[in-house]
């Protein structure tokens, strides 16, 4: 089984900043594997990013993923105030189990 | 417009059972594999079980592997879970989701990626005495 780690679990930027989201496989996979969701609360999460760097529709391009092999990174370039959420990365491979990362909380410094 | 509206969450005692349905709207219900996915307070996002397209293939969590059941009726566009022998740890929000794929090209490489796109908002499940 795939485990992500995501780090940092906090991260508190100003509105404007650039936000840097780190999720680590534990063993390498294929990019078009990772998945990036963002959640805010009481909302259904949302779909970001797919195949590690393919925003979904209607994303903004201040998002931006990237990475490979363990490493990946979700990039929000200028904080807006509505991008203050949780984010969560995705292994979505061939088979179970469809493991998520422990979430990236983006809180308002 | 895209919508997956669960319901049947509730209160139950530990060792109950409860049915979770998810009514899917505005696309052909049937092209598409599902899965549901839980919540549990306060904690991050845990899969719980998938079915394909026309149901010939599920797979569950091994938290939930012969307790919970998925199905689906496409022709009324519902995805079911079946929850039996409820846990305190079950309780939580559990929310529907459609995989969607796409064709993306690394390197030389054409792949498929497959997502998570279309989520309902979940209906609430609790475990307790």
């Known amino acids: 089984e795939i485990v992500l780690t995501q780090s940092p679990d906090t991260l508190s930027l100003s509105p404007g900043e650039r936000g840097t989201l780190s999720c680590r496989a534990s063993q390498s996979i294929s990019s078009s594997s990772l998945v990036w969701y963002q959640q805010k609360p009481g909302q259904a999460p949302r779909l970001l990013i797919y195949?590690?760097?393919s925003r979904a529709t209607g994303i903004p391009d201040r998002f931006s993923g990237g990475g490979s092999g363990t490493d990946f990174i979700l990039t929000i370039s200028r904080l807006e105030p509505e991008d203050f959420a949780v984010y969560y990365c995705?292994?979505?491979?061939?088979?179970?189990?469809?493991?998520f990362g422990q979430g990236t909380k983006v809180e308002i410094k | 417009q895209v919508y997956l509206v669960e319901s049947g969450g509730g209160v139950v005692q530990p060792g109950g059972s409860l049915r979770l349905s998810c009514a899917g709207s505005?696309?052909?219900?049937?092209?598409?594999?599902m899965h549901w996915v839980r919540q549990a307070p306060g904690k991050g996002l845990e899969w719980v079980a998938f079915i394909n397209f026309d149901g010939g293939n599920k797979y569950y969590a091994d938290s939930v592997k012969g307790r919970f059941t998925i199905s689906r009726d496409n022709s009324h566009s519902r995805l079911y879970l079946q929850m039996r022998s409820l846990r305190g740890e079950d309780t939580g929000v559990y929310s529907c989701?459609?995989?969607?794929?796409?064709?993306?090209?690394?390197?030389?490489?054409?792949?498929?990626?497959?997502?998570?796109?279309?989520w309902g908002k979940g209906t609430t499940v609790a475990v307790y005495s």
């Open positions: 195949g590690a760097s």
């Open positions: 989701a459609r995989v969607s794929t796409q064709d993306v090209v690394r390197g030389f490489k054409k792949m498929a990626s497959y997502y998570m796109d279309v």
């Open positions: 995705q292994h979505y491979g061939n088979s179970p189990p469809w493991t």
């Open positions: 505005g696309y052909s219900f049937g092209a598409h594999g």
